[in-house]
């Protein structure tokens, strides 16, 4: 089975006194969803990492893995191919002929539940990336759970929609001096052009002293631990006492 999760990583580390941006990507997955997403049936198999419209099952080494990747087993888009110019080793690959556009479909829902839109847009996400989302409870022999197959479970499509993303993400890295992203958001030392729409830029808080990153999903100011990925309270309040200190 394969995982298609977000990018999380601290590209440098330290103490930054310039002044740093922190911006992220509205409606990211919506964004990358519209960008069309594959017809299942239309799929035909593939032997050649070079076709368009195709994603591949392919064996990374190190020297040729995307940053967001372990070397060993995985997917990779052509989008992805082509992008990062890699040639991992090929398993096997399926080529789409047809694909869904959604754009359509999400503006309708957003205009029927104006109060609620981004929360559903979620929940289609969150069904395509999960293999054991549905429990069944029984009460026969005393109160028993058991994890089922998640009949809504889409690896293709979740994998199109994160490694938009994630290149999105790359490319912004590489043009505005990024240190530090995190799912659909990246810290920087220049400015981005922002934007209203599904994928566009909208800046979430200017840092004009600077700021520090201690590691992956951990930064802040001064001494505020901003993120706190894998700290509970108390862990960050106990890291805020040493800084001060």
Request: net charge positive; charged share 25%; proline share 5%.
């Amino acid at each position: 089975a394969f995982h298609s999760g977000g990018w999380s990583m601290a590209m440098e580390h330290g103490v930054f006194r310039e002044k740093m941006y922190h911006y992220d990507l509205r409606s990211a997955y919506r964004w990358s969803a519209c960008c069309g997403l594959p017809v299942l049936k239309s799929a035909k198999r593939v032997f050649d990492l070079e076709a368009d419209d195709s994603i591949f099952v392919v064996q990374f080494l190190p020297k040729d893995c995307p940053p967001w990747a372990v070397a060993g087993t995985g997917l990779i888009t052509s989008e992805e191919v082509k992008a990062l110019k890699i040639h991992p080793r090929l398993l096997f690959g399926v080529r789409f002929d047809k694909w869904y556009g959604f754009s359509d479909v999400f503006q309708r829902i957003e205009q029927a539940f104006p109060w609620c839109y981004k929360r559903i847009s979620r929940a289609f996400w969150g069904r395509w990336n999960g293999e054991t989302e549905v429990q069944q409870h029984g009460w026969k022999h005393g109160h028993r759970v058991r994890q089922l197959p998640n009949p809504l479970h889409n690896p293709i499509w979740s994998h199109f929609i994160t490694s938009r993303v994630k290149l999105r993400l790359l490319e912004t890295v590489k043009m505005v001096g990024g240190v530090h992203v995190q799912v659909d958001a990246v810290l920087c030392r220049d400015p981005l052009p922002l934007s209203d729409e599904p994928g566009g830029w909208q800046l979430k808080q200017e840092y004009s002293r600077g700021l520090f990153v201690d590691g992956t999903g951990r930064w802040g100011s001064g001494n505020i631990l901003v993120k706190r990925m894998g700290l509970n309270v108390r862990e960050a309040e106990q890291w805020q006492r040493l800084k001060k200190s």
